[in-house]
Structures are given as C-alpha cells and as structure tokens.
C-alpha cells in the first residue's frame, strides 16, 4: 500500500517528479516498491511496524516454486533500502493516522522506542548478549565446573591456546586448530577454552553451532559431503546422496561405526560448473554419477 504527499506542483498536473510517497510493510513487496520509487527521485518513508525490515520471507530458507535460496533474494534489497539516500526507513513503527486526499496526504506514524541510540548503533547485538533484565547473570568462566581432560588431550589444547594471544578475536582459529586436531570439538575442551581465554562459554558454544564445519559430536576421519544446491540437484545429487546412504549403511548426518566416514549434505559449494559436486575431505570431485561416487570410497578405506 502506498500513499503520496505530493507537493502542489504535483496535485495541480505538473509531471515533475517531486514530493513523498510513503510505504507500509518491509516486506519484500514494499522494499522492491521503495527502491522502485525511491529510484523514481521520490523521497520514501518506508514504515515497518517490526524492529527490522525483511518481513516473512526472512524467516524462509527457500522460496516456491524456484527453490532459490530466500536470502539471496532478500538481502541485497535490504542493503539497498539501508543505503539509498531516498529511502527513510521508520522500522518499530506504526501508522495511526491518515488524513486528506490523494495529492495530500497527512499520516500520524507511532515510533516505538528502541533504547538505543539509532546514530551510534552498530547492529552488533552485544547489547542483547548483555542484557541484564533478558538473560541471567554472566557466569565467570571460572566457576564453569572441573573438567575431565586426559593429560595428552589437555596437552594439545593448551599448546592449541599458547598460539594466540587475546580472547573473542582469535576464537576462530582456536576452533578450526582443535577442530583439525581432533575432527570434532569435545564440551570439556570448549570449557577449557573458556576458562583459557576467559570467553564466555554461551558465545562458545554460538560460534561453534553457527559455522558448519564445526560438529559438537565425533565425525569420521573422512568427511563427505554431498552438494544439494539446485545446480547439483537437477543433475543428480541426490542419487549420489541415496547410493551413498546405501553403501555405508548410514543416513545424511551419521558416522560409520568404524568411524571411518561421515556423510553429509550442504546446500551449494561453490562449483555449480562442476555439478553434481561432492567433497571428501579436501578433494573435490565433480561430473560425477552414483556409481563414480561410491567407487571413490576406495581409495580411503583403511
Ligand atoms: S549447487 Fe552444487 S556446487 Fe553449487
């Protein structure tokens, strides 16, 4: 929905593009309809009566029927909104009031208050990590209960630790170390890090779930990982992915019992020229069928 406020030259037939249009919903509609607009030389007021724009489909992993990755289409339109110099976003806003006719509209919009500073705030979110009244005290990592390390395992960690001065910044490097080390990263060797590094252990455990080359649970001592992006789905990725199923007797996300393979499945690598694509380990191979796939499994059997 969109209503203007023209100015008189306008409402009295000029076609000189000038006056405000104002847009209600941050959705996808009314971001492509302000960058549309905002583009036309209007000066947009976009209201969204959410903290942020985006609306449902930035909640959507894929959209229907294309099964394109919903984010891919969001997200540039979000920048844009958040950058054009035509576009005044009023995000935790509402309309109250609309007045006039078309050519003058007047509308009353409720800003709700964000207790922040708009002009300073970064977006980092460390506000809510530390909010007093949402989340309960900040535990010290000292009082994290003992951990059961053996002396070897305690041994590589810490000598994984002496690499890197500092704390949250060089958390990183410290996980992809100890998860090359070990294939997984173990909780009492998180607990140890956090005790180590004085990092909270919350924010841990957040960079260790967000990045997908990070497991909390033991993997094999090769990784395979199936592509199931679109380009490598309409070639037959998920064949592979079944005759691999097979082979192995496991499911997407399952180790073997010898603990030789880990199968699992990730939404575009990088190489659609390649597709279907699969990684085992570091090695890529691509233009493969089934039968190539599993065949591969040779040359990594122990
Ligand atoms: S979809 Fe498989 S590599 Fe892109």
């Known amino acids: ?51 942020s724009i985006g609306g449902v489909m930035a909640q959507l992993d894929k959209t229907f029927p294309t099964n394109d990755c919903a984010m891919c289409t969001l997200a540039p339109r979000m920048v844009d909104c958040g950058s054009h110099f035509n576009i005044e976003k009023l995000a935790y806003s509402e309309v109250e009031e609309v007045e006039g006719a078309a050519g003058r509209f007047v509308v009353r919009v409720r800003r709700k208050a964000r207790y922040i500073d708009e002009d300073k705030c970064t977006g980092c979110g460390e506000c809510v990590e530390n909010c007093l ?59 140890r890090i956090s005790q180590a590094k004085r990092i909270p252990i919350e924010h841990i455990v957040r960079i260790a779930t967000f990045y997908k080359s990070f497991s909390l649970v033991p993997r094999g001592k090769h990784i395979i990982t199936v592509c199931l992006g ?31 393979f880990t199968l699992q499945g990730v939404r575009c690598i990088g190489c659609c020229g390649l597709s279907p694509v699969i990684t085992i380990g570091d090695d890529l191979y691509g233009k493969l069928n089934a039968a190539d796939a599993v065949a591969l499994l040779d040359r990594y059997k122990d």
């Open 230 to 260: 679109t380009a490598c789905h309409v070639k037959g990725a998920g064949r592979i992915l079944d005759r691999f199923e097979r082979e192995l007797d496991i499911k997407v996300g399952e180790t073997t019992p010898d603990m030789q």
């Open 1 to 51: 929905m969109a209503e203007e406020n023209d100015s008189k030259e306008t409402a009295e037939g000029s076609d000189k593009k000038v006056g405000a249009v104002m847009v209600v919903g941050g959705g996808i509609g009314g971001m492509q309809a302000s960058l549309d607009l905002a583009d036309s030389g209007y000066k947009v007021y976009l209201v969204e009566r959410g903290p």
């Open 133 to 191: 009244v949402r989340n309960l005290a900040y535990l010290e990592p000292a009082l994290l209960p003992e951990i059961d390390l053996d002396v070897s395992m305690r041994g590589k960690v810490d000598e994984i630790l002496d690499r890197y001065d500092g704390g949250q910044e060089v958390l990183v490097p410290i996980l992809q170390d100890i998860s090359e080390e070990f294939n997984w990263l173990p909780a009492d060797v998180l607990v």
